[in-house]
Each structure stands twice: as structure tokens, then as C-alpha cells.
């Protein structure tokens, strides 16, 4: 399998549940990334991790936890979400080099209830 | 700091028409350009992207988009355009000499194709 693969494709959960978002990539790159889509708002970098080290964390709120346990897979950990949080979030992956650009994942289309 | 500026939110065309979606994009150093097209519920998929070279780039669907350096632009242009090219257009910009390549995109434009 190649490319950028996320799962679930979409997810509903309560404000009380906890869920986990999953990424993974064949392409052999070590830089991975999630992003926060949201309806009429600009896409939002969440976190980025380089050889499994997270490099950046934009302000995200604790009730979403990131794991990165080797450079082919990243995960989302979501727990006690707000209705705000529905969104669509995509990972990324890339080569971590200038001009290499990102490969995207189909995302998760989160819906907190 | 990188910005990239699309100018138009929304564009409306009928089918065979052609199209420009535009990108202006402000650094203090030599960038890279690329477009990134989203299908609905899909990821982001890259159509085409300035590293060096001819300032004309020719990317998939028969979409191109040229560099100019003295504008600070990289729009993004199709002849004819059909109604499967109905999706939301990214624009982004890389540092050459960034850290993993960091890409920082514009907010979209949203091409709607009517037959």
C-alpha cells in the first residue's frame, strides 16, 4: 500500500468518549503532520513531528494528545471534545526537505455530539 | 515570515471557459510554489509545483501556473475548464533554506464549474 492512509473516514462521538484518530504512511518519509479543517476557516496546523519528535505544537487544546511511535505512523488521541471541534482533519506526511511538499491523507471527518 | 495571500474566495465559471485563480505570496528569501487541489471530503492533492527552472510550470488535469518573481506571483490558470474541476484550490510557499520544508498555505479558492 501506498501514499497516505487514515483511519476511521469519518467518526461521532460524545463530548464524553475518547477516541484515536490514526495515520500512516508508506512513502519512507519522517515528517508528519495534522491539520485541523474547518467549514470557511484556513486549514490549521496542529503538530508536526520529525523522527518521531514533535517540533510544534500551534496552541492546541490538551484534549487532543498526539502520538508519534515511529516515523510510518501518527496518531490523534481525542478525549471530552466540544461541538467546536467537528471538523475535517487531514494528516500529511513529507520527505522534511525544502521543496519536497506534503502528501495528504482522505481525513477524518470528526462530528462531536 | 512566509504569507500567501489568495485572492478570491470564490470563483464562478461555466464549463469550457478558462479560468486563473491567483496567488501572491510575501518572504524575505527564495521561495517554492505549489498548488494543491481538494476534491470534497478528500485530502489535499498536489497539482503542480515551482522549484527552479522555466517560471512556466505544467502540472495534472491540464493545469499550469507561472512564477513571477517581480510580482511575488503564482497563478494558477487552465484553458478550458470542465465540470470535474469543481474543488477548492490551495495555494503555498516553502522557504528554500526551511526546516523539513515547512509549507504555509493560503485560504483556498473555491472553483465552481456550471455547465
Known amino acids: 500500500e501506498t501514499g497516505v492512509t487514515q483511519t476511521p473516514r469519518h467518526l461521532v462521538m460524545g463530548m464524553t468518549n475518547k477516541k484515536s484518530l490514526k495515520c500512516e504512511q508508506h512513502l519512507g518519509h519522517n515528517a508528519m503532520y495534522w491539520y485541523k479543517q474547518s467549514a470557511k476557516k484556513p486549514l490549521e496546523l496542529m503538530f508536526v513531528?520529525?523522527?518521531?519528535?514533535?517540533?510544534e505544537n500551534n496552541s492546541v487544546p490538551s484534549r487532543f494528545s498526539p502520538e508519534c511511535p515511529n516515523s510510518s505512523h501518527l496518531f490523534l488521541h481525542l478525549h471530552t471534545l466540544q461541538p467546536e471541534d467537528s471538523a475535517l482533519y487531514l494528516c500529511?506526511?513529507?520527505?522534511?526537505?525544502?521543496?519536497?511538499?506534503?502528501?495528504f491523507g482522505s481525513g477524518t471527518r470528526l462530528t462531536v455530539v | 515570515a512566509q504569507s500567501v495571500t489568495q485572492l478570491d474566495s470564490q470563483v464562478p465559471v461555466f464549463e469550457e471557459a478558462p479560468v486563473e485563480l491567483r496567488c501572491n505570496y510575501s518572504?524575505?528569501?527564495?521561495?517554492?510554489l505549489f498548488w494543491y487541489v481538494q476534491y470534497p471530503n478528500q485530502g489535499l492533492q498536489l497539482l503542480l509545483k515551482y522549484l527552479s527552472g522555466s517560471t512556466l510550470v505544467k502540472g495534472i488535469n491540464g493545469f499550469e501556473a507561472e512564477f513571477n518573481k517581480s510580482q511575488t506571483s503564482f497563478h494558477l490558470r487552465k484553458p478550458s475548464v470542465h465540470i470535474s474541476d469543481t474543488a477548492e484550490y490551495f495555494c503555498a510557499v516553502s522557504e528554500r533554506g526551511s526546516t523539513l520544508g515547512r509549507l504555509y498555505f493560503g485560504r483556498g479558492t473555491q472553483l465552481t464549474v456550471w455547465p
Open positions: 518572504s524575505s528569501v527564495s521561495v517554492y
Open positions: 500529511a506526511s513529507s520527505q522534511g526537505a525544502p521543496g519536497s511538499g506534503y502528501t
Open positions: 513531528y520529525n523522527f518521531k519528535e514533535q517540533t
